[in-house]
């Protein structure tokens, strides 16, 4: 199963060129908002729940704009939300982790949306059809990370698909490659990408050269 052609050809190349826009955004916004009402000390623990607020917030209007579905689920206990933005074959959550190679913390929700993301489950695969309403989607993660040194500026953003149990990735598409040059232009310096499981590395380049100080 190539999951990651699925993912490439199943969201619209612009909405992932939006959501690399949208990261830089959120990570620059949510930074100076606690920065800006916190202490240091304070403001770095704060930064974190301000850069998930507001992407539970902007990250469905985008969506939309793409006309993508966005439903406000509530997690097992009932206590919390979680956004998944999706169309009739993906659903998408978004997790902050430190590491695109790290696991996601275990939660009912992901496990229970990970059911399908097994070959036992799609439909073309399996002796007798399932009808369309009843199909899976397949789950697709979107992980992003902050630069240890700069908190406001995100290091990655992966689009992984995890197994069933959600214990390992089946796929990854790297956006920061995928749009590399819109991802270049935010970062104001020139994006290299060591390789696909590798964090990227972000080289300044003189300032006459359009690279930042």
């Known amino acids: 199963m190539d999951y990651r052609q699925i993912i490439l050809d199943s969201l619209p190349h612009s909405f992932m060129e939006d959501t690399v826009k949208l990261l830089y955004r959120v990570y620059r916004a949510s930074y100076l908002e606690t920065i800006n009402h916190f202490p240091p000390s304070v403001a770095r623990t704060k930064v974190g729940y301000e850069r998930w607020a507001m992407m539970e917030r902007d990250w469905p209007l985008l969506a939309k704009r793409h006309r993508l579905s966005v439903v406000e689920q509530p997690n097992a206990n009932g206590g919390w939300y979680h956004v998944e933005v999706g169309n009739t074959d993906l659903v998408l959550t978004h997790s902050k982790v430190n590491n695109p190679d790290k696991m996601v913390p275990k939660a009912i929700f992901r496990d ?42 995100p290091l990655f953003a992966h689009l992984v698909v995890p197994n069933a149990d959600c214990t390992e990735y089946l796929a990854r598409l790297d956006l920061f490659r995928h749009c590399y040059q819109v991802a270049t232009e935010l970062a104001g310096a020139k994006l290299e990408i060591i390789k696909p499981s590798a964090r990227p590395v972000i080289k300044k380049l003189p300032k006459e050269e359009g690279g930042v100080e």
Do not use: S
């Open 112 to 153: 229970t949306l990970a059911t399908g993301n097994q070959p036992d489950f799609f439909p073309h695969l399996l002796p007798t059809p399932i009808p369309i309403a009843a199909q899976p989607r397949l789950y697709v993660m979107l992980l992003h990370g902050p630069v240890r040194e700069h908190r406001d500026t």
